[in-house]
């Protein structure tokens, strides 16, 4: 059996060497990203593990199939770039990741609304931009358990960010479409989005970046949203209309934002060996904004979530490539 991995960062290199003796696996790794343009260099190996936020479209599938590669690992839980109809249509498997590390993403929601709350963002501007570092007024925060957290998706991830908010005291509100029927989670449901939207001092995202949820967070949604709230985004850029938000930071309809995914990202995000400089305007202006902490599409990453994904993803291709079923499978 031989496996190809592609899009692979220094930090996977380890846990994919290791995977692959542990299992009597050949895998073997590309740092490029999977393209019609890369695909020639999977020729005669059984299945494809991959990482990415461009498109795996109907020209690829294609492509594999003529190539007789059947099985596609992703490594992510997200499937909203794969065009699953073109996998089915071309006889290829696609399965994801859908719980590599939740506690990794939920941590970095709290730990960007902490740095948020407590104005980290001024204080680096102060000593960066004016070359000043002392005390200002500029710098009160608020504490956590003195706040109203609204937590939007109450799957794995969100699930983890409500304990780790409640766990710092805060009182938890959450909305899903599709809420739990039962749970000991110290939280309480909202009849709508506007609800939550309306009562939180934080808003977490947590989810999915499905077509109707395209721009859920708009120039109305702002508007509902305290003056004093801040939004945390670790899900899916689509969710968040970009434009929108710069206008509500700087206009002060919100007090501030934590931005892990944007919208329009490029292959260069998930590239760690990429030098290439920033030219997206709105990614230059959030990142001037001292009440924005803006990081590149990093909340996974952490030595278990890597570990995870990567175990994960070569497992479902080992077992696809054998035979055997595996338990999640895209449809």
């Not at 890369?38 to 594999?64: C, H, N, R, V």
């Not at 039962?182 to 309306?198: A, G």
């Not at 230059?284 to 570990?307: G, Q, R």
Request: proline letters at 3%; charged letters at 25%.
């Amino acid at each position: 059996m031989k496996l190809i991995a592609y899009n692979v960062r220094d930090d996977e290199i380890p846990f994919l060497t290791k995977w692959g003796l542990e299992h009597g696996v050949d895998v073997d790794y590309d740092t490029e990203t999977l393209t019609i343009d890369t695909l020639s260099k999977a020729e005669g190996f059984d299945g494809i593990s991959g990482l990415q936020t461009i498109p795996y479209d109907a020209d690829l599938f294609a492509a594999m199939k003529d190539m007789g590669i059947k099985f596609l690992a992703l490594r992510n839980v997200g499937l909203d770039n794969v065009d699953l109809n073109a996998a089915k249509k071309n006889g290829i498997s696609v399965t994801n990741v859908p719980a590599y590390s939740p506690a990794s993403i939920a941590e970095f929601a709290v730990t960007l609304a902490l740095n948020v709350n407590r104005k980290v963002g001024y204080m680096y501007q102060q000593l960066h931009d004016k070359g000043e570092f002392h005390f200002s007024a500029d710098f009160m925060g608020r504490l956590m358990r003195n706040l109203t957290v609204g937590v939007v998706g109450t799957g794995r991830i969100g699930r983890e960010a409500i304990s780790m908010f409640a766990g710092l005291g805060a009182k938890v509100i959450a909305y899903d479409k599709f809420p739990m029927s039962d749970s000991e989670l110290p939280f309480n449901y909202v009849d709508s989005m506007d609800e939550l939207v309306e009562q939180a001092d934080v808003v977490d995202l947590h989810m999915p970046g499905l077509p109707e949820n395209d721009h859920l967070f708009n120039d109305d949604t702002f508007k509902r949203m305290k003056n004093s709230a801040v939004l945390i985004n670790t899900a899916r850029g689509s969710i968040v209309d970009t434009k929108a938000l710069i206008n509500a930071l700087k206009t002060g309809e919100i007090a501030g934002a934590g931005i892990d995914t944007l919208e329009n990202e490029t292959a260069e995000l998930q590239d760690s060996r990429s030098t290439a400089k920033v030219t997206d305007e709105d990614v230059l202006e959030l990142s001037k904004l001292p009440n924005v902490i803006l990081t590149p599409h990093s909340a996974f990453h952490t030595d278990e979530a890597v570990a995870n994904m990567i175990g994960l993803s070569l497992g479902n291709l080992e077992k696809m490539v054998n035979g055997e079923a595996v338990d999640n499978l895209a449809k």
